[in-house]
């Protein structure tokens, strides 16, 4: 057990619609990172927040969206949903920005788009 | 652009052998190389880890090996179990949080 949660574990929606996963970081981690998981796909860094405010952006779409709240727990919220969105989010949490501290992963969120 | 590739997409070894999974990357800024592995259902944990100023980093039956001129690091796990039996993903990041990871290597232990 990482420490991290992630909620839902799956989640089922169709083409269009918006949706929103949840993250809890470690205890006393501060950032916050989001990355995707395609099929067959190595991990995408999506976002990384740090203390609420935003640190680094990848290759996040337009449609997606995160924040980092001040109990330091995180959402991305991802709207217009695409087939090809289907993927597997995971949340990871580190100590700081630092590029050596560990980072810690959620189970992951499995996000199916009908 | 791939930054970081994993190669091989799979590796099977027999129990008590070594296992290397090999990893290549391109952008020399990079610093800060990691191993996480993942089991099913599973989010990745942290492996390893080894800064771009050595050239081998050892924890236990892991151990990791940084050739900066070839952008190569592989990682050894002598000997194998069948519990380490997973997919391996290699990640690279510089002085920010950021992580670039591979695609993944799925590694099967034979008993």
């Known amino acids: 057990d990482s420490g991290v949660t992630q909620t839902p574990k799956h989640l089922i929606t169709a083409t269009g619609q918006r949706v929103t996963l949840r993250c809890s970081p470690r205890s006393g981690d501060l950032s916050v990172y989001w990355y995707q998981q395609s099929l067959d796909q190595g991990l995408q860094f999506l976002i990384q927040?740090?203390?609420?405010?935003?640190?680094a952006k990848g290759n996040i779409l337009e449609r997606f969206s995160a924040q980092q709240f001040p109990d330091l727990h995180s959402e991305l919220n991802l709207s217009s949903l695409e087939l090809g969105d289907s993927a597997l989010y995971f949340c990871?949490?580190?100590?700081?920005?630092?590029?050596?501290?560990?980072?810690?992963f959620g189970p992951g969120t499995r996000l199916t788009v009908l | 652009d791939q930054q970081v590739k994993q190669n091989s997409p799979s590796l099977s070894v027999q129990e008590g052998r070594i296992s290397i999974l090999n990893c290549d990357y391109t952008n020399s800024m990079f610093d800060y190389f990691l191993w996480y592995k993942k089991y099913p259902a599973e989010g990745p944990t942290f492996l390893i880890s080894?800064?771009?100023?050595?050239d081998k980093n050892e924890d236990g039956r892991f151990t990791v090996f940084l050739n900066k001129s070839a952008k190569h690091l592989s990682l050894h796990i002598v000997p194998s179990q069948p519990g380490d039996s997973a997919v391996y993903f290699c990640a690279a990041g510089r002085n920010t949080g950021k992580l670039i990871f591979g695609q993944g290597t799925t590694l099967q232990v034979k008993p």
């Open positions: 990871a949490s580190s100590l700081s920005t630092s590029g050596t501290d560990t980072q810690y």
């Open positions: 080894i800064s771009s100023i050595k």
């Open positions: 927040y740090y203390n609420g405010e935003e640190r």
